[in-house]
């Protein structure tokens, strides 16, 4: 049986137990939203494409649905995994040595120019370096409180945090998908256990066989999996919890078993 919440259209698995336990009222796992899946609950979804599932009628009380099966997106089930992918090691940063370090010059006379120039070089040096570490800079634990503070006092806007470590796994399906052969639906329910907002990981899903061989390999972008470009924007508030959903092609019977990993 499927059902589908009224606010982001996101449509799920029913679980005949949990809607029993919830008198028909559920909570969805993507916006949060309390709603009686008994006013679509159906047997069977619609043929694709579809925005919503036909409306029966009202009942209170809610459990929180966690595994979901579709939701309606403008792309088309266009990702498929690459046996051969590998992730791409980054190449090092080349650094050189400023030209007047390459061409230093004695002068005589007066040494405070020097001495000005100097000062005035090393903190465009430092600037360079700090705007080349951005990125360790900005999640820095240490440096991140005061760049909010300095940027709220010139009423400027920062990049939204990541932080990989703090986002906790706390369900995970794979199925074949409802309405399209020879695809899969990936799912999973994700927290931010942070206390601050952070942006949406890159998510990277590797399929493997019995022997725990790597049969198949897919990272996605959060566009991918997310169809709200303001809900990108805004990121995954403090303590919140959101579903994540993959349509993807199925790589064959010998991927049996998947794992998430979060970059």
């Given at each position: ?60 009380v ?26 791409r090691?980054?190449e ?43 990125d ?61 907002a ?30 709200d ?26 991927a ?8």
């Amino acid at each position: 049986m499927y059902t589908q919440c009224p606010e982001c259209a996101t449509v799920y698995n029913a679980d005949a137990a949990a809607i029993a336990r919830g008198h028909g009222m559920v909570r969805c796992s993507h916006c949060d939203a309390l709603f009686d899946a008994l006013l679509t609950l159906a047997d069977q979804l619609p043929p694709e494409p579809f925005e919503r599932l036909d409306i029966h009628a009202p009942d209170p009380v809610p459990p929180r649905l966690g595994v979901p099966v579709y939701r309606p997106n403008a792309q088309a089930v266009s990702f498929t995994f690459d046996p051969d992918e590998r992730p791409r090691a980054r190449e090092p940063r080349r650094t050189s040595a400023p030209a007047f370090a390459r061409h230093a010059r004695r002068s005589s006379g007066r040494r405070w120019p020097w001495a000005v120039g100097t000062v005035l070089l090393s903190l465009s040096l430092a600037g360079q370096l700090a705007y080349a570490e951005r990125d360790q800079l900005l999640d820095s634990d240490l440096v991140r409180p005061w760049l909010d503070r300095s940027c709220a006092a010139l009423n400027c806007v920062l990049p939204l945090r990541h932080a990989t470590q703090q986002l906790e796994l706390l369900s995970r399906d794979i199925r074949p998908h409802p309405s399209v052969s020879g695809a899969l639906i990936v799912s999973a329910t994700v927290r931010n256990a942070a206390d601050y907002a952070q942006a949406f990981p890159v998510v990277e899903i590797t399929l493997s066989d019995l022997d725990e061989n790597r049969v198949a390999m897919r990272r996605f972008q959060p566009r991918d999996y997310l169809g709200d470009t303001r809900a990108i924007e805004r990121g995954l508030a403090a303590g919140a919890s959101t579903a994540l959903v993959f349509e993807v092609r199925d790589p064959g019977r010998n991927a049996v078993a998947f794992e998430f990993k979060f970059l």
